[in-house]
């Protein structure tokens, strides 16, 4: 089915066409709509044009009322001010607009397929590493903007960017040597079990790697063997990587997220390309040799000494820096995978480095005018206390442990809320899972990418105020009342009755669905879709609260009430998908 026009935009267009030919030298203007709670919109444009025509706006705001066809979808209209256009639709408009968005399977959204590619990095953990509270917000925003460009037509190439590399590794391996019964066990049955068996080896490692100076020269020749390609280092790291794995996936699947191996692209994936990428940085004079190091300047980069700032792409030992794997990235990202779009959920602290790595990249020329290049930089997770998120003993907080507190307290919300609903212990664990990640998520998610946020599991799990589980309640409310309803009354919109002040208001916001979703694809930020969705779920709550829905006056409201109601739970649940985030049937 073709996308369905909003209220919003087909008034536009009639206004548009009503000011283009009431002033004809104007060309295309635009009215500048939108909504209001004057009316259901108002329209701006008629003061700023007249001003730059040398005209009365009042006079040419009359003009385009006298020009603009009633009826069908305008129900009134007053100027007021300076020539606004306080403009208010029909209910007819209202009704057979959401009925044409309720026939769709998308809701009316358009499904912009385009040329081009959109990859975006996320999700970037480190091998034999333990996932803490800090690789929470890349994995939960790059799988929401993910999956919204998805849906809106874009093709997208996930890439997760593990840290599979470095002199860690020469450490890790030659221990395994000397101690080859290290990993002897059979294959990690759980994320847990692999994750203890790493931790177990890096801290026996470390402590010899500290201790005894004659290992430390080994684990050192050994990093030199893993970056010549020697077949049984390479073996050995492979181990590494595989049983990291292991309980990386066992975190995500935590998340609700489905990782796929082939999206696992590691520093390591780029090893070949590293020489290649420097050669040319060189040959071509974007990079310059400086006291050894291979670096690429920047003018408006100092140090606090006021000396330039490079990004060293080469060390002056021959090894190469992230920004040689980064930029390797983006070769390969923007040759081979023919990316238009790259897209970086990283960290906000990491915002120069990617500044200079993008810039280096325009100067190659691997980065040209038909590609972006686009950091989405979110802020820190922090604790009550307003400071970085923290254990009792000052450590990091890993996040399988953060999680499972989650799913616990929401658990226990559910359980105590689960007794007229005679739930069994097993659907009781089922719906705390969904609620308890889907709270860590929307916090998450509810927050403008860039700023900080407390962390408050309290809050969090609250039926109460700005939370996944008012949303997910709110959906759960709706499907309790289809269900009552059953057969004896059917979800269908009828165009010719009048709506009440709250039904209009759900409605309207309901037709702002697609809006929202073109709105949130353009600029990365899954927080608008957050926030439609809450004033969706708040709108539903006045209306079921002021709008009786099975006890209505008559069968057709009863059935319109049902149709709002039912839309709504569909585009809760279609926008809470979007964001990783489960509807349980039952709350």
């Not at 009365?56 to 020539?83: C, F, H, M, Y």
Request: aromatic letters at 8%.
């Amino acid at each position: 089915m073709a996308s369905v026009p909003s209220l919003a935009s087909s008034l536009h267009q009639r206004i548009a066409d009503a000011l283009s030919a009431a002033l004809p030298e104007a060309g295309a203007a635009d009215p500048l709509l939108r909504r209001s709670d004057r009316a259901d919109f108002q329209a701006n444009g008629m003061l700023a044009l007249a001003k730059k025509l040398g005209g009365n706006p009042r006079e040419l705001a009359g003009k385009v009322v006298a020009g603009l066809p009633a009826g069908d979808l305008i129900q009134e209209i007053e100027v007021s001010g300076p020539g606004f256009l306080n403009i208010t639709v029909t209910d007819r408009a209202i009704t057979g607009t959401l009925a044409a968005r309720a026939a769709d399977d998308r809701l009316g959204v358009p499904f912009a397929e385009r040329p081009g590619t959109s990859v975006i990095d996320y999700a970037q953990p480190n091998v034999a590493k333990e996932m803490h509270v800090g690789h929470l917000r890349s994995a939960v925003i790059g799988d929401a903007v993910a999956k919204i460009l998805e849906f809106s037509g874009e093709k997208v190439v996930r890439r997760h960017h593990i840290g599979d590399w470095g002199t860690q590794f020469g450490m890790l391996i030659q221990y395994l040597i000397e101690h080859p019964h290290e990993l002897d066990h059979k294959d990690a049955a759980s994320g847990e079990e692999a994750m203890s068996n790493l931790n177990r080896l890096y801290k026996a490692s470390r402590a010899l790697f500290d201790s005894d100076e004659a290992f430390k020269e080994r684990a050192r020749r050994r990093v030199v063997d893993l970056q010549a390609g020697d077949a049984e280092t390479l073996a050995l790291w492979q181990r590494f990587v595989d049983e990291s794995k292991i309980y990386f996936y066992s975190v995500f699947g935590k998340l609700d997220m489905e990782i796929q191996d082939a999206d696992v692209v590691g520093e390591s994936g780029y090893n070949d390309m590293l020489a290649d990428t420097c050669r040319m940085l060189e040959e071509s004079g974007v990079a310059v040799r400086s006291n050894g190091a291979l670096c690429v300047f920047f003018d408006d980069v100092k140090g606090p000494d006021g000396n330039p700032t490079p990004l060293i792409v080469q060390k002056s030992d021959g090894g190469f820096g992230y920004a040689a794997t980064d930029l390797s990235a983006i070769r390969d990202r923007v040759g081979k995978l023919g990316a238009d779009s790259l897209l970086y959920v990283v960290d906000a602290r990491q915002g120069l480095h990617f500044k200079m790595v993008f810039e280096t990249a325009r100067r190659a020329g691997w980065l040209h005018d038909g590609v972006k290049a686009v950091q989405l930089p979110f802020g820190t997770v922090l604790g009550k206390d307003g400071k970085p998120f923290k254990t009792r003993e000052g450590e990091t907080v890993r996040l399988i442990d953060l999680l499972d507190e989650a799913i616990a307290r929401a658990t226990a919300v559910v359980r105590e809320k689960s007794e007229k609903l005679g739930l069994s212990e097993e659907e009781i664990a089922e719906r705390g899972t969904q609620v308890g990640i889907g709270a860590v998520k929307y916090a998450d998610l509810s927050t403008s990418l860039g700023r900080d946020y407390i962390f408050d599991l309290d809050r969090m799990v609250s039926l109460n105020g700005d939370t996944s589980v008012y949303l997910q309640y709110a959906y759960a409310r709706i499907r309790s009342i289809l269900r009552k309803a059953g057969e004896s009354a059917s979800a269908k919109a009828h165009p010719e009755l009048a709506l009440a002040p709250a039904e209009r208001a759900l409605a309207l916001h309901l037709d702002q669905f697609a809006e929202t979703l073109a709105e949130v694809a353009g600029s990365y930020e899954p927080h608008k879709l957050a926030a439609y969705l809450y004033q969706l779920a708040s709108a539903f709550t006045t209306f079921y609260d002021q709008c009786p829905v099975l006890k209505a006056e008559d069968a057709a409201t009863v059935e319109n009430r049902l149709f709002l109601s039912e839309l709504t739970g569909r585009t809760l649940r279609q926008g809470m998908s979007l964001l990783g985030i489960r509807t349980p049937e039952q709350l």
